[in-house]
């Protein structure tokens, strides 16, 4: 199949990235190799009735063992760039220290990466919490918005050589809300108080690590993957306009709000305080409006 672009498409810019893409559970497997601890998705997979056909992430792509060729395959594409995750369960044990075979193994595919002319994006978290922290209330607990800045501090120390783009979370509508309210994905969880404030820990956890991670890598581009939507009102009613907005308040605005200016939509304390969450006087409010990107 060949693909046709019109002359003035800004895809053909010479300074128009193509890449590839993947997240560490989706391909690596071996989730028992070398020190790596359970993740919540290794648990959610085991639980009956979650996943279809009760698939998991044991062998997945088995990238873990076939990363050599992997990174050939993405080199024979011709695309300029490649998106990764880092696991958090594969590099740091228990006690928050660093698991050296699972930072070897990253270590090795960003040297190879490079050695190939490849541009490297990073994503720290891709939904793959460690099921330890989970069982002390994952993202509805404050304290796992610290243990991420600890797990990023350490990966960006160890990798800030061959990363060329730092991501902290992808996704954070799903990895909270999606995870904690609705429980589609992983831990599961389905109380409609738990989606926000998880995502407040997740904000949080990423309004923490920004100064980290410039520390460890000033010269590379860092921030947040949004996964964002577009609603539309059913008609001209005044409840159908009303609908919309409070679906863009509380899919797009919730998250970007906080990013941007330190604060969640206003329009919430009014119509809909049940969405708010418990706010501490968080420390995210002075990391608002100095992301280098938002995707």
Not at 83 to 96: D, H, Y
Not at 210 to 219: G, V
């Amino acid at each position: 199949m060949s693909i046709t672009l019109p002359p003035n498409s800004k895809m053909l810019t010479s300074d128009f990235i193509f890449g590839v893409a993947t997240a560490a559970f989706q391909i690596e497997g071996a989730t028992t190799a070398d020190n790596r601890l359970p993740s919540i998705w290794d648990t959610f997979c085991a639980t009956p009735g979650k996943v279809k056909n009760q698939d998991n992430g044991e062998i997945a792509c088995d990238h873990y063992h076939l990363w050599e060729q992997d990174v050939e395959l993405i080199k024979s594409l011709g695309v300029d760039a490649y998106r990764l995750s880092i696991a958090w369960p594969r590099v740091m044990n228990e006690k928050g220290e660093a698991n050296e075979a699972g930072l070897n193994f990253y270590r090795n595919l960003l040297k190879k990466l490079k050695a190939e002319g490849i541009t490297v994006f990073v994503t720290l978290y891709h939904w793959d919490l460690p099921q330890h922290l989970e069982d002390k209330g994952g993202w509805l607990n404050r304290e796992t918005a610290f243990q991420f800045e600890k797990y990023a501090d350490l990966v960006t120390s160890e990798f800030a050589e061959w990363v060329d783009s730092w991501a902290t979370f992808n996704e954070p509508f799903c990895a909270a809300i999606v995870s904690y309210e609705l429980g589609i994905h992983a831990p599961g969880l389905t109380k409609p108080q738990y989606g926000r404030q998880a995502a407040h820990h997740i904000l949080l956890a990423h309004g923490l690590s920004l100064p980290t991670i410039r520390k460890n890598a000033p010269h590379t581009p860092v921030g947040i993957v949004l996964n964002m939507n577009k609603s539309y009102p059913a008609s001209e009613k005044t409840e159908d306009q009303f609908a919309c907005l409070m679906r863009d308040t509380l899919d797009n605005q919730f998250f970007i709000e906080p990013l941007m200016k330190g604060q969640y939509p206003q329009i919430l304390k009014t119509v809909a305080p049940h969405y708010l969450p418990a706010v501490l006087q968080e420390i995210w409010r002075s990391f608002h409006g100095k992301l280098i990107f938002l995707v």
